[in-house]
């Protein structure tokens, strides 16, 4: 038995509606993409960080932007309990180690600090510009601290100079 073309699954009544509703979808995406909030309050991507960090250009090429959060954490013993206060966030800058000088050379650090923090293997970050009066403090990398977004299909791993400060 022969069949007609009007027979067949696909009509072009049907191809109209599937493509009508591929467009529709494209057009839905980019208007919810043409939305996305970029200011300062929604912080999503590195680049707004890397924006946000304090003297952005030494930074990025010295180290590495950071978001730093500054927390009390109260601890009473009888009975036990532990207490966080609201922490405070702002952009900041980790310095790799043999960028120091940087800091030494503008007068912000003194030698003992520098020693110091050298002995313990650690490095510095700030916040502030360098140009006003920055908070400077020696920081340790946290070596038992996973990045659990590596392990995800798909994801690349971090290129070797950016892994160790």
Same mark, same amino acid.
């Given at each position: 038995?022969?069949?007609? $073309?009007?027979?067949?699954?696909?009509?072009?009544?049907?191809? =109209?509606? #599937? *493509? *009508?509703? #591929?467009?529709?979808?494209?057009?839905?995406?980019?208007?919810?993409?043409?939305?996305?909030?970029?200011? &300062?309050?929604?912080?999503?991507?590195?680049?707004?960080?890397?924006?946000?960090?304090?003297? $952005?250009?030494?930074?990025?090429?010295?180290?590495?932007?950071?978001?730093?959060?500054? =927390? @009390?954490?109260?601890?009473?013993?009888? &009975? #036990?309990?532990?207490?966080?206060?609201?922490?405070?966030?702002?952009?900041?800058?980790?310095?790799?180690?043999?960028?120091?000088?940087?800091?030494?050379?503008?007068?912000?650090?003194?030698?003992?600090?520098? @020693?110091?923090?050298?002995? @313990?293997?650690?490095?510095?970050?700030?916040?502030?510009?360098?140009?006003?009066?920055?908070?400077?403090?020696?920081?340790?990398?946290?070596?038992? =601290?996973?990045?659990?977004?590596?392990?995800? $299909?798909?994801?690349?791993?971090? =290129? &070797?100079?950016?892994?160790?400060?």
């Amino acid at each position: 038995m022969k069949r007609k $073309p009007s027979d067949s699954g696909f009509n072009y009544t049907s191809l =109209a509606l #599937f *493509g *009508g509703t #591929f467009v529709l979808g494209v057009g839905i995406g980019i208007a919810f993409s043409s939305t996305a909030n970029l200011s &300062p309050e929604n912080v999503a991507s590195r680049e707004v960080i890397d924006r946000s960090a304090p003297n $952005p250009e030494l930074c990025i090429q010295y180290g590495a932007s950071a978001v730093v959060m500054d =927390a @009390r954490i109260f601890m009473t013993l009888n &009975p #036990f309990n532990v207490y966080v206060a609201q922490p405070s966030m702002r952009p900041g800058c980790v310095l790799r180690t043999n960028n120091w000088a940087i800091l030494e050379q503008r007068g912000l650090l003194k030698s003992e600090e520098v @020693r110091d923090c050298k002995n @313990r293997m650690n490095t510095f970050g700030f916040t502030g510009t360098l140009e006003g009066s920055p908070q400077i403090s020696c920081i340790y990398q946290n070596e038992a =601290a996973k990045n659990f977004f590596l392990n995800q $299909p798909g994801a690349a791993a971090p =290129a &070797p100079e950016t892994d160790r400060f």
